[in-house]
């Protein structure tokens, strides 16, 4: 093969697609002008694999996963936001209350910001039992039902933020059924057919220690 | 027509500022796009549905990423191939029956392609892209239903663009001895 059959079969594929720049769409015009027969054998042979590569796709619209999108965005969004709570109405209150020198109890004068003090301080502290409730984690179980396989079994990284767990698994759609356990492993469900893009996820997370597949719950973890 | 690199910065300034409509702009735009890509790769139209919401997706956390270097859809292609290896390569079956074309391998016949692809221009052409290898299945795709440069195909398949011509060559060469195969057998 000589240096010209070369460069045409090498810039053939692309004057058949058409993306060639002026100088080397003006030299394949003429090659293909002096070897006719030999140059349009070879730029049909690309042409059947254009035309095929062009009907091998079926049509879809331009809205195909966009709900899927969006629901993952506002879920996200829902997260962030309860990351970064809002100050309840009491919280702003005892905010103003113990304000420096321009707001709250500097205004009053000492005895009776001294006992208004003593009402709100009282009132912050139980205000705060009631809207918050208990604050506590326990190891979770699962329900018998839930605990069916394949589940996967996560090993989160000891430093890894809930926040970053929490957009793990709402990026894959995940639910965590039981954990952590006393060696940090949780276990989470998946649709089945998406066990092994889950693993494979997973598996490439920045927070993940390890991830595999398991049969089934433990049977200590499963809640009778 | 597809947007210029101008318009998509203008979104993507927008998405970076949390504005929804930005994105499902952007998103119906490139959504055809990287799902004709990923469906290529993997035949299942719901790994490649996965693959069109994960890449966006992506587009959505970081719209700053993309700097108007290189043409926005070979970037966000880049991220969908990214995505496909990361997701399914596991699953992915190996293609070695392609082997057996290898051993009938007749380059110097000048005509045998067109002939053959003549011949068995439907089922037999599809087919037998469909056994080639990730690689030169992809680079099929990005030249002739892309239309891709050799270096916007470079981009996106992360080589050389010597690497690119090389799978051109072999592609073009297994699916010609495909379709050899085809025919002989056919007597």
């Known amino acids: 093969m000589n240096t010209e059959n070369l460069r045409f079969s090498e810039l053939a594929p692309w004057y058949v697609n058409g993306s060639l720049n ?18 349009q054998t070879e730029l ?24 899927k999108a969006l629901a993952r965005i506002h879920a996200q969004k829902a997260l962030r936001k309860s990351a970064n709570p809002q100050p309840s109405a009491l919280q702003r209150f ?8 321009n707001g709250g109890l500097a205004k009053f004068s000492p005895a009776l910001g001294m006992a208004l003090a003593v009402i709100a301080v009282q009132a912050v502290v139980i205000g705060k039992g009631v809207v918050s409730g208990p604050d506590y984690t ?18 989160i990284k000891s430093d890894a933020k809930e926040n970053q767990i ?3 698994l709402i990026d ?14 949780y276990y989470i469900k998946v649709a089945a057919e998406r066990v092994e893009q889950t693993r494979s996820r997973f598996q490439t997370s920045e927070v993940v220690d390890a991830v595999s597949v398991v049969a089934s719950l433990p049977e200590e973890l499963v809640d009778q | 027509m597809e947007f210029d690199n101008n318009k998509y910065l203008i979104l993507l300034n927008k998405i970076s500022a949390g504005d929804e409509a930005a ?24 790994q490649a549905e996965e693959i069109v919401v994960d890449t966006l ?6 719209p700053d990423r993309f700097r108007g270097e290189s043409k926005f859809s070979t970037w966000l292609l880049g991220i969908a191939r990214y995505k496909i290896l990361n997701t399914y390569r596991s699953a992915e079956p190996d293609h070695d029956d392609l082997q057996d074309f290898e051993q009938t391998l007749v380059s110097a016949d000048p005509d045998g392609f067109a002939l053959l692809a003549d011949k068995q221009r439907h089922a037999g052409v599809q087919d037998c892209m469909d056994k080639l290898s990730d690689e030169h299945r992809d680079c099929l795709h990005l030249v002739f239903y892309e239309g891709y440069t050799l270096g916007e195909v470079a981009e996106v398949q992360n080589v050389p663009e010597n690497t690119v011509k090389t799978r051109l060559f072999h592609a073009r060469q297994k699916v010609k001895n495909c379709l050899r195969n085809y025919l002989s057998r056919e007597g």
């Open chain 1, 22 to 39: 002026a100088a080397d769409q003006a030299w394949m015009d003429a090659y293909v002008r002096n070897h006719a027969a030999e140059a």
């Open chain 1, 44 to 67: 049909s042979a690309w042409g059947s694999l254009q035309t095929q590569a062009k009907q091998s796709v079926a049509p879809a619209s331009a809205d195909i996963g966009l709900a």
């Open chain 1, 94 to 101: 005892s905010n103003w209350l113990f304000a420096g020198s």
């Open chain 1, 138 to 155: 326990q190891v979770r179980g699962a329900k018998k039902g839930l605990a069916d396989g394949p589940l996967l079994r996560v090993n």
């Open chain 1, 166 to 168: 929490r957009l793990l």
């Open chain 1, 172 to 185: 894959s759609g995940a639910l965590i059924i039981a954990g952590p356990t006393h060696l940090g492993d």
């Open chain 2, 23 to 46: 994105f499902t702009e952007l998103y119906k735009e490139m959504s055809r796009k990287v799902y004709a890509f990923a469906l290529n790769r993997l035949h299942d139209p719901a």
């Open chain 2, 57 to 62: 997706h992506e587009v959505w956390k970081f």
